[in-house]
């Protein structure tokens, strides 16, 4: 089954994403941020904060078993799980019997003034999520928020995104969470080393035989 992802924001940056199958299945799902209803009457419950962050990633709270209906119409390869805890067995399970690999960066949910987000393992994801073999990939945290969104912020600043539309993307998650930390923690990391990523994955060859 094919399955096509349209941005709706202007640049996949976490708005309204519309997943439409092949169409033999005359099926359309749309989603906003709270449950989706397919045209056969089932329904699809995406996880807390899904959003789309650029074609074959996805960004997410942590997935419970309500959520594992809508995870399949993905067709993920893989996840990011960016919390130290282990993953709950239902959890794998449901890796296990779709074939998607668990990439876990442990980091813990402080809050501040004690919020220390180790570099290492923001820098090890970023290799998971730009690689795309791993692709469609979801990146979560508990909640979508913090964790995540310094992940993706990352990201964006390696996408050549300016500061202000970086904390933007940020801030719509995090509303009244948003942490100065984690801003100073994307305005201070490096990316200098992170060289030839595309600024949109829509242009990779994976993504092209499936346009």
Same mark, same amino acid.
């Given at each position: 089954?094919?399955?096509?992802?349209?941005?709706?924001?202007?640049?996949?940056?976490?708005?309204?994403?519309?997943?439409?199958?092949?169409?033999?299945?005359?099926?359309?799902?749309?989603?906003?941020?709270?449950?989706?209803?397919?045209?056969?009457?089932?329904?699809?419950? *995406?996880?807390?904060?899904?959003?789309?962050?650029?074609?074959?990633?996805?960004?997410? =709270?942590?997935?419970?078993?309500?959520?594992?209906?809508?995870?399949?119409?993905?067709? #993920?390869?893989?996840?990011?799980?960016?919390?130290?805890?282990?993953?709950?067995?239902? &959890?794998?399970?449901? #890796?296990?019997? &779709?074939?998607?690999?668990?990439?876990?960066?442990?980091?813990? =949910?402080?809050?501040? *003034?004690?919020? &220390?987000?180790?570099?290492?393992?923001?820098?090890?994801? #970023?290799?998971?999520?730009?690689?795309?073999? &791993? +692709?469609?990939?979801?990146? +979560?945290?508990?909640?979508?928020?913090?964790?995540?969104?310094?992940?993706?912020?990352?990201?964006?600043?390696?996408?050549?995104?300016?500061?202000?539309?970086?904390?933007?993307?940020?801030?719509?998650?995090?509303?009244?969470?948003?942490?100065?930390?984690?801003?100073?923690?994307?305005?201070?990391?490096?990316?200098?080393?992170?060289?030839?990523?595309?600024?949109?994955?829509?242009?990779?060859?994976?993504?092209?035989?499936?346009?």
């Amino acid at each position: 089954m094919m399955i096509r992802f349209d941005a709706e924001n202007g640049g996949g940056n976490g708005g309204v994403c519309r997943v439409t199958p092949a169409p033999a299945r005359q099926r359309k799902v749309s989603f906003g941020g709270e449950s989706y209803v397919e045209a056969g009457s089932a329904l699809f419950t *995406p996880p807390l904060n899904f959003a789309m962050v650029d074609y074959g990633i996805y960004r997410s =709270g942590f997935p419970d078993s309500a959520n594992f209906s809508f995870l399949q119409t993905l067709n #993920l390869r893989s996840i990011i799980y960016l919390c130290p805890e282990p993953y709950p067995d239902a &959890n794998v399970e449901f #890796l296990k019997s &779709n074939g998607i690999q668990l990439f876990q960066f442990g980091i813990e =949910g402080c809050k501040e *003034p004690f919020v &220390n987000i180790p570099e290492d393992k923001i820098r090890a994801a #970023l290799k998971v999520a730009t690689n795309v073999k &791993n +692709h469609p990939l979801l990146i +979560h945290c508990k909640r979508g928020k913090h964790r995540t969104g310094c992940l993706v912020g990352c990201l964006r600043k390696s996408q050549r995104w300016c500061l202000t539309s970086v904390f933007d993307e940020y801030q719509r998650f995090a509303a009244t969470k948003a942490r100065v930390s984690d801003q100073r923690f994307m305005e201070m990391f490096d990316v200098s080393s992170l060289k030839n990523l595309p600024k949109s994955f829509y242009a990779s060859k994976r993504y092209k035989e499936y346009a």
